[in-house]
């Protein structure tokens, strides 16, 4: 449920290496479905239980990465307040044109942040050919593959400045904190941001190189399934980053591991319910190993230095 007007992070565009290879990953192990290719040889994938035409772009290319992230807003009278918001915050904003490179999309709006990230806004989207059922509905369609990933969930960014993109979030796209971590100076080192009741849309980690994308986190349906995903990335020889594990952050139940183009995955169960009106959870640096990985006690250095 949307609290406010920036309904949830919709799409993601990540640059991989070996299309073929990363793609059959994406469609026969973390068991998206493809909707379509583009003209210019990109990749649409969508989840069995999503209903928007697409919410990945794979895009083949020389380094690993993000090229952008896109948000749905609530309407197109929330769209244009948030443009004008956008530009007065002091970003400069493109249009790109309806259905051009995102088959699909309705008309968004596209900008680069303080940390070097560049975020979308959008309105509308077509339904996808194959969406979850509406009437009398079974709980699938048809039997989920693989790991079974239910929707496109979070992503943390890495890039500087992040206190400006906290502000960003929280006065232009009307979005709010649950939880946070600080450095002894008071300093922002990470946030965690939503713009519903899940504990996070997306974070950013305060680093000095901008542009950057720690991972793609994906829903499971709960703990048993994080347990599954173990069991399949041994199957699969993936490499594994942490877990299963817990976070105390978010409370979340997880794995992290790469993709064939080295691209960092998590998938995700539970998590605490978020409420604009609860106190905020604060983390101090030095705690912030038991918040993350709230079994081991402490960080695993991987996880704090891999990005792309």
Known sequence: MALNQSLRPGLIQLRVLDLDETLKFYKDILGMDEVCRTSDGRVCLKTYDEFDHHSVTLRLADEAGLDYVAFKVASNETLQEMVKATEQ?????????????????????????????????????????????????????????????????????????????????????????????????????????????????????????????????????????????ADLIAINRLKKDIGPTRHAITRGQTIYFWEPSGNRIEVYAGGYTAYPDNPQRVWDVDHLGRGLFYYEGEIIPSFLEIVT
């Open 89 to 229: 915050f002091g970003y400069t904003v493109t249009e790109v044109p309806a259905d051009s490179d995102q088959p699909g999309y309705g008309k968004r709006y596209r900008f680069k942040i303080c940390t070097g990230h560049t975020f979308e806004l959008y309105s509308e989207v077509a339904l996808a050919e194959k969406t979850p059922g509406t009437i009398n509905p079974d709980i699938w369609n048809e039997p989920p593959r693989g790991m079974g990933v239910i929707r496109l969930d979070h992503f943390l960014l890495y890039g500087p400045n992040i206190e400006e993109a906290e502000r960003y979030c929280t006065e232009v796209m009307h979005m709010y904190v649950p939880e946070l971590c600080n450095k002894p100076d008071g300093k922002r080192m990470a946030t965690w941001i939503t713009g519903s009741n899940k504990p996070h849309d997306l974070a950013f980690v305060e680093y000095d190189k901008p542009g950057k994308i720690h991972h793609v986190g994906f829903l499971l349906q709960d703990w048993n399934h994080v347990g599954q995903v």
